[in-house]
Every structure is written in structure tokens, then in C-alpha cells.
């Protein structure tokens, strides 16, 4: 199993402003991806992180946007840049399982408000 | 078209009784998850499927991979069990999941 702790969990951020989100794991993983969920909406991939390489984006996500840092196998950030009320959303970082099983992980999510 | 359809959106029920959640999906695939999203926005990883039924204390998840269908169970339903439930695809082999909207699942005492 994987413990993912993200942080913040939740902020109020003023139109302009770029924010970083941190998500931490217990354990040395390969991938990890961020999501972004929009208000009354499903999750949407923005980038998959993988270590000593950059970010693979989605498509409709750029990376001076959503710039990326992934430095080792247990911690990464995304930051939301020049932030709008558009990017008001949670954004959560997931992990999968090594191996067979598949299993997903996910960190509590960052609630953002733009104002 | 969305790829993933649920149903219901909405599900309000009484303390103890049997729910169903239903997943539809047009693409091939070669697992599904359910998540559970609690109302701070965190989420946790209920079941992965990729054929037949599987069984977790109250939750059950079953999927049928030819009709492109699955269904998640909650057995004498709690309070506690008022989230909203997420149904994931996994495309092909090594497609990125996709997520329906979910459905927000009310029990009251």
C-alpha cells in the first residue's frame, strides 16, 4: 500500500498568483499523476511525473501553466500558475501499485478558491 | 457521448438499505476501478475489477466486460457510507483511466 500526503489541503488565492502543491509518499514510486476536478465535474488527468524525466501532459494542460517537479521517487509538486477563478478546482495527486494488483492511491486533494 | 455513464447522480436512501450504482462505458478495457470521494475531496480506492465480482465487507462490485456494464453494491447502508462513488475504466492495456462524474450517495439515519 502507499500513504500519500498532499498539502495544502486547502487555500484562498488571489487572481494572478501562482500556488504549489506538494504530494508526498511513503514509498519509492515510478509514476505518479495529477489531476485537476472542477466544480460539479469528473477528474481529468493534467500530466503524469516521472522521475528524471519531464512531465508528460495532457492534452488541454501546457507545462507553463502547470509546471511539474518530480526531483525523487517519493515527491513531487505541481504548481498552478498565474492563477484564475477558472483553475478554482481540487487537484490530487494518485499513485498506482507496483506490480499486478493495480491498486490506486490517492492524496486528500488541495481544494482551491481563486478569487 | 460521454465514455463513462453513471447512474444515478443523485441517491438518497434510509439507513439499511441495499444499494446499487450502475457504471456504462463504450470502450474497450482492461480494468475498472470504484473510488470513494469523501466531501473534503479526498479519495480512496474501493475495488479494481477486470472480470467477475468481487467482495469487500459491505461493498460488492461485479462488472460484466461484454456488455460493457458495472455495478457497485453497498449492503445495510450507514450514514457513513454518504459519499460520492466514482467509476474508473482503464482503456486498452495501458490507457490512462477515465472517470465518471460520479454518484453522490446520501444515507440518512
Known amino acids: 500500500s502507499a500513504v500519500i500526503s498532499q498539502k495544502p489541503s486547502r487555500d484562498i488565492c488571489q487572481r494572478g498568483t501562482s500556488l504549489t502543491i506538494q504530494c508526498q509518499v511513503d514509498?519509492?514510486?515510478?509514476?505518479m499523476f495529477w489531476y485537476r476536478q472542477q466544480p460539479g465535474q469528473s477528474l481529468t488527468l493534467i500530466a503524469t511525473?516521472?522521475?528524471?524525466?519531464?512531465?508528460?501532459?495532457e492534452s488541454g494542460f501546457v507545462i507553463d501553466k502547470f509546471p511539474i517537479s518530480r526531483p525523487n521517487l517519493t515527491f513531487s509538486t505541481l504548481t498552478v500558475s498565474n492563477m484564475s477563478p477558472e483553475d478554482s478546482s481540487i487537484y490530487l495527486c494518485?499513485?498506482?501499485?507496483?506490480?499486478?494488483?493495480?491498486?490506486?492511491?490517492f492524496g486528500e486533494g488541495s481544494r482551491l478558491t481563486v478569487l | 457521448k460521454n465514455e463513462v455513464e453513471q447512474s444515478p447522480q443523485n441517491l438518497t436512501a434510509q439507513e439499511g438499505e441495499f444499494i446499487t450504482i450502475n457504471c456504462s462505458y463504450s470502450v474497450g478495457i482492461s480494468a475498472l476501478h470504484w473510488l470513494q470521494q469523501h466531501p473534503g475531496g479526498g479519495i480512496v480506492s474501493l475495488f479494481m475489477?477486470?472480470?467477475g465480482k468481487k467482495k469487500h465487507g459491505r461493498l460488492i462490485a461485479t462488472i460484466n466486460i461484454q456488455e460493457k456494464h458495472s455495478s457497485l453494491h453497498i449492503t445495510a447502508s450507514h450514514p457513513r457510507d454518504s459519499a460520492v462513488y466514482i467509476c474508473a475504466p482503464r482503456p486498452g492495456s495501458q490507457g490512462n483511466l477515465i472517470f465518471g462524474k460520479g454518484t453522490k450517495l446520501s444515507v440518512k439515519p
Open positions: 494518485s499513485v498506482s501499485a507496483t506490480g499486478s494488483t493495480g491498486e490506486l492511491f
Open positions: 511525473a516521472n522521475q528524471g524525466s519531464e512531465a508528460t501532459y
Open positions: 475489477l477486470s472480470s
Open positions: 514509498s519509492q514510486v515510478t509514476m
